[in-house]
């Protein structure tokens, strides 16, 4: 999961650098801040598994454990997946409109179908 978690950092720092770069853009300050935000990413990532560490949890879903750490790590996960697929929508690689509807809907810019 933590590896996964890495190369979808990465593809989100060469998709935004692509974005940035089409619409003319490219600022060292907001990549410094991009960068920051996935330095503490993995802060979190790190407090969460000491926090599971120090309380010894065990978590059972429907007969499976499962590690606080992986999914604080799932969920970063899903948040640079669609970065990086807005990313690419600003970068002009065409996406299909259910996947543009559902990044709407996400960020609160949209209504889900009904």
Known sequence: MLAGLLVLQCLDIVSGIAAAG???RISSKVGWRGLTKKVCTWIAIALIAQVETLLGADFQVSGLEVSLRDGGAMWYCAIEAI?????????????????TDAIAVLRGKGEPAR
């Not at 970065?83 to 996947?99: H, M, W």
């Open 83 to 99: 970065s990086i697929t807005e990313n690419l929508g600003e970068a002009g690689v065409p996406l299909p409109g259910i996947l």
């Open 22 to 24: 089409s619409a003319g």
